[in-house]
């Protein structure tokens, strides 16, 4: 029970540490991308790559705006791997998508990739190409931020490395900003199917 108590407190502790200006910002941005009729991309990796997918379902169906994932399509990913490489495989998906400066790029990561570490380089190389092409960059990340925090327009920082559970507490925040961002007034366009039952 010791163990329970301490990691939902610590989860308490983060959500009254969440920056609404952080969300706010991400709104905008998403909100910014709709009106233009841009995409939105969203990239991941493990638990973000889930976040991603789930991302890309309630974009389109709540907020009618048209996203898209590498991670959906295995056939095309695994042959982008074997064939490019894994640090490329993100990067020259965006290129085979016509990423343009209407679109957006979403990141969901723990530690936001990191070029000197070699970390995520796969997500590196996407964020420096839609840098390139001038679409806005978006990331839900943990405090360390990385490189998705460096060049985001606009990126919430989940504060969890006070616990020493970064990446689990991360990736379930991650899930709960997804969902305020798809239910907030400004990017909601279609009602949820339980909000409508009677």
């Known amino acids: ?18 920056s609404e ?8 941005c998403l909100a910014e991308t709709q009106k233009k009729r841009g995409r939105v991309f969203c990239l991941g990796v493990g638990g ?17 705006i048209e996203s898209y994932a590498p991670t959906d399509n295995v056939s095309e990913l695994t042959a982008r791997i074997n064939d490019d490489g ?13 990423l343009s400066d209407k679109d957006m790029v979403l990141v969901f990561s723990v530690g936001g990739g990191d070029e000197q570490k070699k970390i ?9 190409y839609a ?22 327009n606009a990126c919430v920082l989940i504060p969890a490395s006070f616990t020493g559970k970064v990446t689990a ?3 379930a925040f991650q899930s709960l900003i997804g969902h305020l961002l798809v239910s907030h007034p400004k990017l909601q366009k ?9």
């Open 1 to 18: 029970m010791k163990d329970i108590k301490l990691y939902l407190e610590e989860a308490k502790k983060i959500l009254d540490k969440i």
């Open 21 to 28: 200006d952080q969300v706010e910002g991400l709104i905008n």
């Open 48 to 64: 973000g790559a889930a976040h991603a997918s789930h991302m890309v379902n309630d974009l389109r169906k709540i907020c009618a």
């Open 86 to 98: 894994w640090e490329s495989s993100y990067g020259n998906w965006l290129a085979g998508s016509s």
């Open 120 to 128: 995520s380089q796969n997500l590196v190389e996407a964020l420096k």
């Open 131 to 152: 840098k390139e092409k001038g679409a806005k960059i978006g990331g839900i990340v943990s405090d360390r931020g990385g490189f998705a925090a460096k060049v985001a």
């Open 169 to 171: 507490h991360t990736e």
């Open 190 to 198: 279609n009602e949820m199917k339980w909000e409508s039952v009677k």
